[in-house]
Structures are given as structure tokens and as C-alpha cells.
């Protein structure tokens, strides 16, 4: 079993090979989506690793945009990683830059999250008051179908991750608007 980081250390790591604030910012909200995510559906003892995993999980995105999810294993290889954690962040590019299906609940929720976090945010910045704090659901629904509307938020990779997860697409936009929303959770807006 290989080193699992701190979260000090993955946030450093993080800051390492990106220097972009979206992409940090990105990292952090997806952090807290796990975190809340990993209370909510039993896996309590396991907040910290949920969290780890959504901070990591584009890594390698900003420095080698060509070869993401490859070049995190790489990374986080040599410095020792825990398998399971390498495994868990490359498999949110199931099916788009690589071939590592999720397999845990953890993962199918890193799947599942990751472009609809984007999407939610994209959608806050819209809003007079800049924030998910007074979103609601449909708001979210209205600019999901909105297939114009922060395009590169692919919706067919959040309808999959419901699936996966054997959620109903509205629950998956519920939770994580949810997700965001939770007031303990550190949440750049």
C-alpha cells in the first residue's frame, strides 16, 4: 500500500503543476463536493481520502492538457501514491482520455460530479449575487438542457455518471447543487 497525502501536501502538489486560479478554484470545489458527498452517502471515516481524490483529480490538466489522466498516474507513481488513489483520479476520464472504468462509489461520484461542478458554477456566475448559495434546482435543469449554455460542460459524461451511480439525473443535480451549497465547506464562489 502506497502514501495517501495530507491534504496540505495534495494542495501543494496541486499548486505544483497549476497555476491558473479556475483550475485551482476547480480542484477546491470538487474537494468539497467529495468531502460532502463521502458524509452523505456512509463513507464518514473516509472524508479526508474523498477529499484528496477531488482536489487531485485534474492534476495533470493544466500542464499536459494532451495526455490528462496519464500523466497524473505517472506523477503520482513516483512520489509514491497509493494505488487506490491513482486509480480513483484517473477514472473520471473513462471514456475520454483513458480506459480506467470507475469502479467504486467514490468513483462513479468523481465521474459523475466533476463536469456538472462546472456546470453549476458556470451557471452561479450568471446569477446577480455570483453564488450557488441562493440557486435552485431549476435553475440547474434550465441550464443543463441548455446545450449552448457552458458547452464544455459535457452533458452526456454527467448523465452517464448518474447512471452509473443508478441515480436519476434530476437526484445527481439535486445533490451536488447540494454539495455546493453546504455552508462547511470551504467554497470559493
Known sequence: MGKIPTREEAWALLKEYNQDPFHLHHGEVVEGAMRYFAKELGYADEVDFWGVVGLLHDLDFERYPDEHCVKSQEIMQQLGYDEKLIHATASHGYGICVDIAPEEEMEKVLFACDELTGLIGAAALMRPSKSVMDMEL????????????????????????????????????????????????????
Not at 440547474?140 to 441548455?146: A, I, L, Q, S
Open 138 to 189: 431549476k435553475s440547474v435543469k434550465k441550464k443543463f438542457k441548455d446545450k449552448r449554455f457552458a458547452a464544455g460542460c459535457s452533458r452526456d459524461v454527467i448523465q452517464k455518471g448518474a447512471e452509473l451511480l443508478g441515480w436519476e439525473l434530476d437526484a445527481l443535480l439535486e445533490k451536488t447543487l447540494t454539495a455546493m451549497q453546504n455552508p462547511e465547506i470551504k467554497m470559493a464562489e
